[in-house]
């Protein structure tokens, strides 16, 4: 990591903090730093980059905490065959209130062949207003403006803050945050804080700053119907024994109608009942994010009646990831032997998972489909949420909006799935999330990037923020 020393005069002003750190994005220091963090090839994907997931924890981030003032430990991930968690903390006083933040510094591979011409994925590259790069949105970039903010914040206030920091970055989060859960309870008690600031996803629109108290769960599971040991020809059989993947279709098909609307109420916000009012005036003039190259927001598709930012942020949603049967590379004339499916739902905080698979068995015998089976059932990312009602949104919120002279738009979730539960269910903090991505960002695939135009005003949230957290009289 480039060492560049910040030539600022030590001023405790709001104003001058904020003035000086666009002059430091805009003197290119954000752009240099996320060079050096790009270049090292930390995917935790690829088991031959294992050094470099390590490195970046070692030579990238633990000297940089450490010229701010945090002791760091780097642990093994609790959960074997997995990577490292490091443990920054920055104690001022123990009697102080203490915010805690993450990031992770795993990526994706790289999938160097897929690029577009010019791009590498472990090259920092600007195109415009963009910055291409693996894990320049995803999450190097990300968590980069929020310790650079901190770092410009210490250097302007002599070092002090008025409260504590603490910071868990994990290197396994592209593999499901595997061990994060059991990191945080084992480490509760030093981890214990009055609220989680963190960033990661997309914002509601590129030009929109957001402020989300929690994420959608990512629950998957799996349809088969094994209907014998191999194919049998089509013109003999076909018509007159069973055809696994039409019954895969039709259960799949009593799922959703046509137009994706789930028909499974236990799956959905109070069994399917209209949002509450308060839910909806949140999110009523809430921007969409339609920029993105491979698909746009299409009003009649999913829960009829709601907003394309009620359907992403509030409600739930059913996808099939996968589907195969037969040999689709090379199909021949059989009935295939089998079929299976691989599906998806994301669903909104306060559902229960566990009657996702019950009720799921119950709708598909009612279609008359008990063969259908269902395998691997899995809420791969729980959902999370900040206690209703809490004070933090707002207050984050106003302090953003202050900052950058924009409009910031709250949402109660963000639509993708990320390990704030962990801290929420074993730190009983409030969750907010500020993300600086946005949704054509094109993060695990080729040709991610970030927009200089969100990291700058990311950093200058950050800055804000972390000037702001000593006056918060709700700890």
Not at 143 to 169: I, M, P, S, T
Not at 260 to 268: A, N, S
């Given at each position: ?35 050096d963090l790009v270049a090292i090839q930390s995917t ?429 009289d709700f700890y």
């Amino acid at each position: 990591m480039t060492d560049t020393k910040e030539t600022i005069t030590v001023n405790t002003s709001r104003e001058d903090l904020i003035a000086s750190a666009v002059s430091l994005f805009d003197a290119g220091e954000y752009e240099r730093r996320l060079r050096d963090l790009v270049a090292i090839q930390s995917t935790s994907q690829d088991d031959t980059h294992s050094d470099d997931v390590q490195r970046y924890l070692t030579e990238a981030m633990v000297p940089w905490l450490e010229r701010m003032g945090f002791t760091c430990t780097i642990y093994p991930n609790p959960q074997a065959g997995f990577d490292p968690i490091l443990m920054a903390r920055r104690i001022e006083d123990p009697t102080l209130p203490s915010i805690i933040t993450y990031g992770h510094g795993d990526t994706v591979r790289g999938m160097d062949e897929q690029w577009s011409e010019g791009l590498h994925p472990w090259e920092l590259t600007r195109v415009g207003n963009r910055l291409y790069g693996r894990g320049s949105a995803d999450n190097k970039g990300q968590h980069l403006c929020n310790l650079l903010a901190l770092e410009h914040v210490l250097a302007a206030q002599d070092g002090r803050l008025g409260y504590n920091v603490k910071l868990v970055l994990e290197m396994s989060e592209e593999r499901g945050s595997a061990g994060l859960d059991t990191f945080i309870r084992t480490h509760a008690s030093e981890l214990a804080a009055d609220v989680f600031i963190a960033s990661d996803g997309p914002r509601v629109a590129p030009d929109t700053p957001t402020v989300a108290g929690g994420t959608r769960g990512n629950f998957q599971f799996d349809l088969s119907v094994e209907a014998r040991k191999g194919g049998v020809h089509s013109g003999h059989w076909g018509g007159i024994t069973t055809d696994p993947a039409l019954l895969v279709a039709q259960a799949l098909c009593t799922i959703c109608d046509s137009r994706g609307r789930i028909r499974i109420p236990e799956w959905l916000p109070v069994n399917g009942a209209p949002l509450a009012p308060a839910m909806r005036t949140m999110l009523r003039d809430c921007p969409t994010d339609n920029t993105g190259d491979a698909a746009q927001a299409e009003d009649d598709w999913g829960e009829p009646g709601l907003s394309t930012a009620e359907r992403r942020y509030a409600w739930t949603s059913f996808i099939v990831r996968a589907m195969i049967s037969g040999s689709p590379a090379s199909p021949q004339n059989a009935v295939a032997p089998t079929a299976s499916a691989a599906c998806e739902i994301r669903y909104p905080p306060g559902l229960d998972v566990t009657t996702f698979l019950p009720a799921l068995r119950r709708h598909l015998d009612a279609h008359g489909l008990q063969v259908v089976r269902i395998d691997n059932g899995i809420d791969r990312m729980p959902a999370s949420a900040t206690q209703s009602g809490s004070p933090w949104p707002t207050w984050v919120a106003a302090s953003i909006a202050r900052s950058t002279g924009a409009r910031v738009q709250v949402i109660p979730s963000i639509s993708g799935g990320m390990p704030g539960y962990a801290f929420a269910d074993h730190l009983d903090v409030p969750l907010i999330w500020v993300p600086h991505g946005h949704n054509a960002c094109k993060q695990h695939g080729p040709d991610e990037h970030i927009l200089t135009t969100v990291a700058r005003q990311g950093l200058l949230a950050f800055v804000g923020l972390w000037h702001d957290l000593k006056h918060v009289d709700f700890y």
